[in-house]
């Protein structure tokens, strides 16, 4: 817009005011309470529909599973950085090693608490396929709600007045900030 004002005062001896366009992610009920049920927030879909997954998958990991897999990180964590320190004491390039080692060691916990959310992912398909609707809704194909889909579903599925009126209504041409609505 900016560059295009020089334009408009050469033809039109005057710029037209600008206003910046709404940006809505439009949400049905069902998709609000899935992500109310796993936890998740908008941006996390930007991520992919993996990473959707993934943090679904996180949720249904028994809860003693998840304290089990807590404990352990920071039990080693504590006993590899006391062993560290008596290590440095004894030779600096070994206490540097037990950082490196302390890293493997963190990111195999990790690896297997992901597999671990994996298998229950697999064992639980119904959230599986909730993850993928709502990547689908959301981000579909790793683009905008507003730039993939044409309004013409959403006004096929909720009406045109209703969906009009719930647009018109959150509408704030003063904040062009992006708003997710449930219809």
Known sequence: MAQSEVLY???LGRAPVMVSRG???????????LV????LTIPAFFHGED????????TLVPPALSEEFSTVRRAVSGSVERLRADLAAFDATLGASANKSLA??????????RKTARETLKR????????RYMSDLIFPD?????????????????????LMDTLYEHLRLECPDHQVLVV
């Open 142 to 162: 790793k683009h905008l709600q507003e730039r993939y889909y044409s309004i013409l579903p959403f006004l096929a599925r909720h009406g045109v007045s209703d």
């Open 9 to 11: 005062r050469e033809l």
């Open 36 to 39: 109310e049920r796993y936890g």
């Open 51 to 58: 990473h959707v997954r993934d943090t679904v998958a996180r």
């Open 23 to 33: 940006g809505f992610t439009l949400l049905d009920a069902r998709t609000a309470k």
């Open 124 to 131: 639980d398909q119904r959230a599986g396929a909730d993850a």
């Open 104 to 113: 493997k060691i963190t990111y195999q916990l990790s690896k297997m608490e």
